[in-house]
């Protein structure tokens, strides 16, 4: 178990570092000077150098760099271009509706697709089986915004039931704030839960084919008995990569629902960064998801040994 642990985080920090070069490389080539932007288009020359200079973009390119990494390494990521603050403030005071938004969305997501999955599975081939395959294809084809503005509509326009958006914050009332969420949580869950689902089913069905499923039915346990005690475990190891995969993906990959909901979370933060050319701010909000998809993806994998004992003792 040491030894998997190590060579898992020797992994990461390669990955860090190879993840590292290629963000900043990739921000470097991207045409457009911060500077000039900040300053428009009227702004002179000299104005526009003294602006470089302040912020450090008239230095070589891998000294920027290494200046960036080794202040990453210290806990500090800079400051913004744009806002004059540093960035970990920035990323603080979005994150607070980024990870509740993610969570929020695996959460729900999780409990329409297991469920859904194991229906599917337990009555294969049956009516119920196809209708709720055929649903989770519409699922997986829809996008996400555009089934957000259908949910907009219906329930926040047409039924008024929630906010159609915005976010108050927190300080507003816990349930106040997690209202606002719903509606972006649902949005990002749904098409996700139709791909866990179809997941969840072919996992299980593979499973239900082994010998000691097929013994254990022999036995005379009921085939209920047997998908929950028996099959179901067995079957979650793709379930929990497609859950890491997904949960990585919701807090990193919600620009376009944080927008559509008017959302300031790191999503929109990453987009406005990005249209303002406030580099430093995109390369430390990138590396950190970077970082976190990395300790997501060890703590899958540590998830895999609780669930099947016989990968530990190919560990040990």
């Not at 002179?44 to 602006?51: F, K, M, S, W, Y």
């Not at 326009?157 to 969420?181: C, H, N, R, Y």
């Not at 254990?216 to 998908?227: D, E, N, V």
């Not at 960064?273 to 976190?292: C, H, K, N």
């Amino acid at each position: 178990m040491i030894l998997f642990l190590v060579r898992k985080t020797l992994w990461a920090a390669v990955t860090l570092a190879v993840a590292s070069v290629l963000v900043f490389a990739a921000l470097e080539i991207v045409p457009g000077d911060p500077a000039q932007v900040m300053l428009g288009i009227n702004a002179t020359d000299e104005a526009i150098a003294a602006l470089r200079e302040d912020l450090g973009l008239n230095k070589p390119v891998l000294e920027r760099y290494f200046s960036w990494v080794f202040g990453m390494l210290q806990g500090d990521f800079g400051k913004s271009y744009t806002y004059s603050v540093p960035v970990n403030e920035l990323v603080a005071d979005r994150v607070t509706i980024s990870l509740p938004l993610a969570l929020l969305s695996l959460l729900i997501s999780t409990a329409i697709a297991i469920p859904v999955g194991l229906y599917a599975a337990a009555r294969r081939g049956s009516l119920a089986d196809t209708g709720i395959m055929a649903l989770s294809q519409v699922g997986i084809a829809i996008p996400n915004f555009w089934f957000a503005l259908l949910l907009v509509y219906f329930l926040a326009i047409w039924l008024q039931l929630v906010p159609a958006g915005g976010f108050p914050g927190w300080e507003a009332g816990f349930f106040t704030a997690l209202k606002s969420l719903l509606l972006p949580a649902i949005s990002l869950a749904l098409p996700q839960a139709a791909i866990l689902s179809r997941v969840t089913r072919s996992a299980l069905l593979e499973t239900l084919g082994e010998d000691y499923v097929r013994t254990a039915r022999a036995k005379g346990l009921s085939r209920r008995s047997t998908i929950w005690k028996h099959a179901l475990r067995n079957a979650m190891i793709p379930v929990l990569t497609i859950l890491g995969l997904q949960f990585a993906y919701l807090l990193a990959g919600t620009i376009i629902i944080e927008n559509v909901f008017y959302l300031p979370g790191l999503g929109r933060l990453v987009f406005q960064a990005i249209s303002l050319r406030d580099l430093i701010v995109v390369e430390s909000v990138v590396m950190m998801l970077v970082g976190t998809i990395i300790v997501i993806n060890l703590l899958v994998d540590l998830a895999y040994l609780w669930v099947d004992p016989r990968l530990r003792h190919r560990r040990s």
